[in-house]
């Protein structure tokens, strides 16, 4: 997968840490900048929201008077951003990782689960259960991943690998250490197929694997899975710590109380 990340030579990456959170040492370029930083997330909701509607997932009335897709969770999640070099943004994923085990409610990924169906939200509640056990059992940490969203324009390209690599670099940085993920992504995209082929494996509850469940809220099909930060595939690894070099030196915006 180096290859791929060779082809990132024209982007740029940036990292917007969330609005309580301790600085990231190893992260140099600090823009520390309160109205910096909620004026660039903005702009990744703008970014989000655009990519959203044209995809179908919902109408632009969704979104708000700014164009922006709104989540209660985006002031607790870290979120890398690929751009082009006048800083236009191509690509984001976000990613929180938890101090103490939530409950499942807690979750952003219970605002999707609630939209499957009756029978089938049990199911689903009692499979992410069973993996957030499995990360207490192992003392691992534990995080979503999710906010996925690349322009068209460089959707077959480096761009989304980079995106699904930074679920395992990001996490190292911001000092997530040993950890286990759930994913949430949307059915038969680019970016499901890259994730299991780099260790991501799908939910299962005592009978069997999973399967998608449409999300009427986002008009598509939705894949939950996992992974475990310290199993990626082996073909990703020098990728994997690669990016991790590249993201020493990336724009990382700061709240200006971030200590």
Request: glycine share 8%; aromatic share 8%.
């Amino acid at each position: 997968m180096l290859r791929f990340l060779s082809r990132l030579a024209q982007f740029q990456i940036e990292v917007i840490a969330p609005e309580e959170h301790s600085r990231i040492p190893a992260l140099s370029n600090v823009i520390d900048d309160h109205h910096l930083h909620r004026q660039r997330l903005s702009e990744l909701q703008q970014f989000r929201g655009s990519v959203y509607v044209n995809e179908g997932y919902f109408p632009r009335q969704a979104l708000d008077e700014q164009g922006r897709h709104l989540s209660q969770a985006d002031l607790r999640r870290w979120h890398l951003l690929i751009t082009d070099r006048d800083h236009a943004i191509k690509a984001c994923v976000s990613m929180c990782v938890y101090d103490a085990m939530p409950t499942i409610d807690r979750l952003a990924l219970h605002e999707v689960l609630v939209r499957s169906t009756g029978s089938q939200l049990p199911v689903y509640e009692t499979a992410v259960r069973g993996l957030m056990d499995q990360s207490v059992r192992a003392g691992l940490r534990f995080g979503e991943v999710g906010g996925w969203a690349v322009s068209p324009d460089v959707r077959n390209g480096a761009v989304t690998v980079a995106t699904i690599l930074a679920a395992w670099s990001l996490p190292r940085l911001f000092g997530a250490g040993d950890s286990m993920w759930v994913a949430t992504v949307g059915k038969g995209k680019r970016a499901e197929k890259i994730l299991s082929r780099m260790g991501g494996f799908q939910l299962a509850d005592a009978k069997r694997q999973l399967p998608s469940f449409f999300d009427a809220g986002y008009n598509s099909g939705i894949d939950i899975l996992g992974f475990d930060s310290r199993h990626p595939c082996p073909d990703a690894v020098d990728a994997i710590n690669e990016l991790c070099h590249r993201l020493t030196s990336c724009r990382y915006f700061a709240p200006r109380h971030a200590c």
